[in-house]
């Protein structure tokens, strides 16, 4: 899983200037930075994917009891 609180890094993309305006917009009125809604948004789409690749280990690893 991914931990939200590991040193942060930078990253450099293009967005069109509408959904860059709607981030802004939607930071203040939730009252968080654009980092935070971003990430939170990355995080959503991401976690069924991560799950999925670690359900794929686990059933490699032979269980006992």
């Known amino acids: 899983m991914v931990d ?8 450099t993309i293009r967005l069109p200037g509408d959904l860059i305006a709607e981030l802004h ?29 670690c359900h794929k280990e686990d059933r490699k690893v032979p269980w006992t009891i």
Do not use: F, H, N
């Not at 939200?4 to 990253?11: F, L, V």
């Not at 930071?27 to 976690?47: F, G, P």
């Open 4 to 11: 939200t609180r590991s040193p942060s890094g930078e990253i």
């Open 25 to 53: 917009l939607l930071a203040q009125e939730k009252k968080r930075s654009v980092d935070e809604i971003v990430m939170e948004a990355c995080l959503e789409y991401t976690e069924p994917y991560i799950w999925e690749r």
